[in-house]
C-alpha cells in the first residue's frame, strides 16, 4: 500500500516569511511524528500526535513552531517567521499506534528540504 | 534523559569485509531499540529492532543484541556488499511513559561507504 507521503519535496524561503508542511500518514495509523534532521543537530524529534490526545509538544524547538492534526489523518508543520537555522529537512513519520506498543515500527516519509535565504 | 551515542564515522570498507557499528544507550525503563537506514537519495527505513534483553534483530544478513548489561545494541554484517553504502541510524524508544513514550531518540548517525 502508499507511504507516508509529505510535500512539498523541497521549499525554499525568505528569512521572515511562514511556511507549512505537509504529511499524510499511512492509512489506518493512529500516530504521528515529525523530526527534523540537520548537519549541526542530527535527527530530532519535534511532536508527536497519538489518537485522539493531546500532542506531545516537548521537542518543538521555539514557539515560532507549530502542528495540527485534522481529522485524525493529515499533518500540517507550520513555521512562522522562518529563520536561517530553520533550514533543515523535516521528516514525517507514522506507526500503527496499538497501546503499549513501544516496540511498534515508525513508517518515514521522505522529508520536505526546507531552505531558508 | 534518553540518549544514543554511536561510534565515529564515516566507516569505509572493502566489499565482503566485517562490518561493526556500535551503539550505547542511555534510558530509563526498558526501551526499545532499533537500527534504521538511509540510502543514498533515499527515506529512513528500518533495518531492524529489539524490544527486550537478549533479543536479536536481524535483516538483510545484519544483525544486533539488545545487551541490557551493557546497554549496548552493536551492527553487524559478516560480509558487506557495496550496495551496503548508507547512512546508519541506532534509535531506542522509551516505555517508561512521560514524555519520552512515543519518540524516538537517534544516534548521530554513522556514514558507511564500501568499495568493491
Known amino acids: 500500500g502508499a507511504g507516508v507521503s509529505q510535500s512539498p519535496s523541497n521549499k525554499v524561503t525568505e528569512k521572515g516569511k511562514d511556511v507549512e508542511l505537509r504529511c499524510d500518514p499511512i492509512?489506518?495509523?493512529?500516530?504521528l511524528y515529525w523530526y527534523r534532521q540537520s548537519l549541526g543537530q542530527g535527527l530530532e524529534f519535534l511532536i508527536y500526535?497519538?489518537?485522539?490526545?493531546?500532542?506531545?509538544k516537548s521537542g518543538l524547538p521555539s514557539d515560532r513552531f507549530s502542528a495540527e492534526r485534522t481529522g485524525g489523518s493529515v499533518s500540517t508543520l507550520t513555521i512562522q517567521r522562518t529563520q536561517q537555522e530553520d533550514s533543515a529537512v523535516y521528516l514525517c513519520?507514522?506507526?500503527?499506534?496499538?497501546?503499549?506498543?513501544?516496540?511498534?515500527?515508525?513508517?518515514f516519509g521522505p522529508g520536505t528540504r526546507l531552505l531558508v535565504l | 534523559g534518553n540518549s544514543v551515542t554511536q561510534m565515529e564515522g564515516p566507516v569505509t570498507l572493502s566489499e565482503e569485509a566485517f562490518l561493526t557499528i556500535n551503539c550505547t544507550y542511555t534510558?530509563?525503563?526498558?526501551?526499545?531499540l532499533f537500527w534504521y537506514v538511509q540510502y543514498p537519495g533515499e527515506g529512513l527505513q528500518l533495518l531492524l529492532k529489539a524490544t527486550k534483553a537478549d533479543d536479536k534483530g536481524s535483516n538483510k544478513g545484519f544483525e544486533a543484541t539488545y545487551r541490557k548489561e551493557t546497554t549496548s545494541f552493536h551492527l553487524e554484517k559478516g560480509s558487506v556488499q557495496v550496495s551496503d553504502s548508507a547512512v546508519y541510524f541506532c534509535a531506542l524508544r522509551s516505555n517508561a511513559g512521560g514524555t519520552s513514550y512515543g519518540k524516538l531518540t537517534f544516534g548521530q548517525g554513522t556514514i558507511l561507504t564500501v568499495h568493491p
Open positions: 492509512s489506518g495509523h493512529t500516530a
Open positions: 513519520a507514522s506507526s500503527l499506534g496499538t497501546s503499549g506498543g513501544t516496540g511498534e515500527t515508525q513508517y
Open positions: 500526535f497519538q489518537g485522539n490526545s493531546a500532542p506531545d
Open positions: 534510558a530509563t525503563g526498558y526501551p526499545s
